[in-house]
């Protein structure tokens, strides 16, 4: 009897337990008889629904067993993996969105365990329709292999991706490719963490000195409220449980501002609550020219790894691409039907600032991220400021 021919319920008699099975059982066991511990995840979905036991316990089970099999290079494992995903809307909506959250981290395993003929084998039927965790998780991993640069040019991959986007799958907009301005996405550099210290600051970009003209154009400058623009561009921190509400804001100009006017100066002026208390403690503001291939990667790497209190919610590389270049869009106030090598083209035009100050808001010991951006025009400004840290444990708290 080979793996495919084990009867219904005996893996689930060979192991009732699932729950308490180590990571490395569950490994040993997607290695050796995947079969069985796909058909104990379809046991454990019956027991959960004839049972009535509570949803969490079998939703958090079959994530480990998609997991370890998702990790196992095989093309049964992949199969197996994707397959039990759609078990999850069986148990009800709130396992469902576990499932579709599922769906992101395991596509992002399967990207880098599996061979890419294996993964090509899950695409050979093409969706009817969008609702499916089965359909989910197939367009993350065509997002996954865009962010290696993969997949293009296989003609099963490429029917799958054309049918996404007659569908209106949100993924389906992005390239198929890895832009130039998204070489950092994922890369990092030994030693170089989180910008934390206005010294960290200085030492890794350009400063931009403080004007007279900055400080005046910023005392002319006039909020523009909009509230789904301000969304947009914290959606990269709200979505991975960063620790406080992001502050986005957008200002007009009566008059153009000089490029050499746009900095810490300016900022100061504007009324920002990251800026509140600025000038009462010890340490000086700081603002540093930096580029848009670094404000999108820091956007980029914001939804990716989840915040100090968002354990578990990292949106997997595929959408945190889309919520990252959904940012910077906002940033810009660009309309979402600009093609994305014309929006890199246009933030090339655009004046971008990484700024920093010594306020309650600024807590320079996990995350803390602050851009601005002047459009061509000189009259038009976006700021966004994020911060990620344990604000229980803060003595600003």
């Known amino acids: 009897m080979n793996d495919n021919d084990v009867p219904p319920g005996d893996a689930a008699s060979r192991r009732p337990h699932w729950e308490q099975s180590s990571p490395a059982e569950l490994k040993q066991l997607a290695e050796s008889h995947p079969a069985e511990l796909y058909e104990a995840a379809r046991q454990l979905c019956r027991s959960a629904l004839d049972e009535g036991s509570e949803w969490f316990t079998a939703a958090r089970t079959l994530g480990r067993i998609v997991d370890a099999l998702a ?5 049964d494992c992949a ?5 039990i995903l759609g078990l999850f809307p069986q148990l009800g909506p709130e396992p ?3 499932g579709d959250r599922l769906c992101r981290s395991v596509a992002e395993k399967l990207v880098k365990a599996q061979q890419l003929r294996d993964l090509e084998a899950l695409f050979g039927e093409l969706p009817e329709r969008l609702d499916d965790p089965a359909v989910e998780v197939r367009a993350c991993v065509l997002g996954e292999l865009a962010l290696i ?3 293009c040019g296989r003609p099963v991959l490429d029917a ?3 049918r996404l986007r007659e569908l209106r799958h949100p993924l389906a907009r992005l390239p198929r490719t890895r832009l130039d301005v998204e070489h950092r996405f994922g890369v990092r550099v030994r030693g ?3 910008v934390k210290t206005s010294e960290q600051l200085r030492s890794r970009f350009p400063e931009v000195s403080a004007t007279d003209g900055g400080a005046e154009g910023g005392r002319r400058a006039v909020e523009s409220v909009d509230a ?14 960063w620790s406080r509400m992001p502050e986005a804001r957008f200002y007009v100009l009566p008059d153009p501002l000089g490029p050499d006017d746009f900095n810490i100066a300016f900022i100061k002026e504007l009324p920002l609550a990251c800026l509140e208390g600025e000038g009462t403690r010890r340490g000086v503001a700081v603002s540093c020219r930096t580029t848009p291939d670094d404000v999108i990667n820091e956007l980029f790497a914001a939804a990716h790894h989840g915040g100090v209190n968002g354990q578990g919610k990292g949106q997997g590389g595929a959408y945190s691409r889309l919520y990252a270049w959904n940012s910077l869009y906002a940033l810009m106030g660009l309309p979402g039907d600009v093609p994305f090598l014309e929006a890199a083209r246009l933030a090339a035009d655009h004046r971008w600032l990484r700024f ?3 306020t309650d808001w600024f807590h320079h010991d996990t995350a803390d991220v602050a851009f601005a951006v002047l459009d061509p025009s000189g009259t038009r400004v976006a700021v966004v400021a994020a911060t990620d840290t344990d604000a229980d444990s803060h003595p600003y708290f």
């Open 96 to 98: 469902r969105k576990e």
């Open 160 to 162: 799958y991706a054309a």
């Open 79 to 83: 199969r197996y993996a994707v397959d």
């Open 71 to 75: 990790d196992t290079r095989s093309r």
């Open 356 to 358: 920093m100050a010594v």
């Open 192 to 194: 170089l963490g989180s």
């Open 149 to 151: 640069g993969v997949g």
């Open 228 to 241: 789904g623009r301000a969304g947009a561009v914290a959606g990269p921190f709200v979505v991975s449980g």
